[in-house]
């Protein structure tokens, strides 16, 4: 998608600072190493932005912070919860060392990061436009953030050499109504959340897990959730489906 990275370079030529809004359920999974490339290249300070914070245990964003903080500055916020939107504000004009003009901040992500909401959180409510549809943001908005801020919201980066469904899924750029494999996604959804919370699922759906693989876990919700075909068994799809709008919708939490 050339439009997207020529937009990418713009912003990132005509910024101050620059903010990379990554998803704390899966930070390594939202970074977006050609956009960090880019930066580091124009020398301009970047400040990595752990959304959506509400949704992750206390225990793995700071571990997530920790690791990342090594790569730049991290800040982790709660649009939801109205939290660490006042420390991002002062991390921005700590690190920007711009004085007489306003700072111009750059607010780059994948699709359904949260970026829109981040600039709410710092700017007021309603500044940006948000939706909870991928790709709401349509070209690049200027959005004032009291005297001294004004932020430069995109539309998500998307990486332009990869269409990984499953990632697309995970993060919320394709609704269970448009993917090939909700099964799958589903299964990719479990898996993740077992590998960092795996109490945290099975509190959700009320089930107990042992032994069992992705698949049978996936089994097991159905059941609980009694969507069942008429022969009695489980229906594969309804479950899948229910797990990735319960993933995407900020409803499982780990």
Known sequence: ??????????????????????DARFPDETRNSEVERDVKRSRKPLIIVLSKCDLVSKETLEKSKSRLSKIAPTVFVSSKERYGTTMLRHKI??????????????CLGYPNTGKSSVINGVAGKG??????ISGHTRGVQRVKAGSRIVFLDTPGVIPFDEFDEYRQGLLGVK??????????????????????????????????????????????IGLKLNYLKKK???????????????????KLLI
Not at 232 to 250: K, L, P, S, T
């Open 127 to 132: 500044k940006a436009s948000t939706s909870s």
């Open 175 to 220: 609704d269970a109504t448009h993917l090939s494999d909700p099964e799958g996604v589903a299964m990719k959804i479990i898996e993740n959340a077992c590998e960092k919370n795996k109490p945290a699922l099975e509190e959700f759906y009320k089930i107990e897990i042992g032994n069992e693989d992705v698949y049978e876990i996936l089994e097991l």
């Open 1 to 22: 998608m050339p439009s997207y990275k020529l937009m990418v370079q713009d912003v990132i030529k005509k910024a101050d600072v620059l903010l990379e809004v990554v």
């Open 232 to 250: 009695g068994e489980v229906d594969e799809f309804r479950a899948a489906v229910r797990i990735i709008n319960d993933w995407q919708q900020g």
């Open 93 to 106: 004009l700590e690190i920007a060392d711009i004085q007489g003009r306003e700072i111009l901040i750059g």
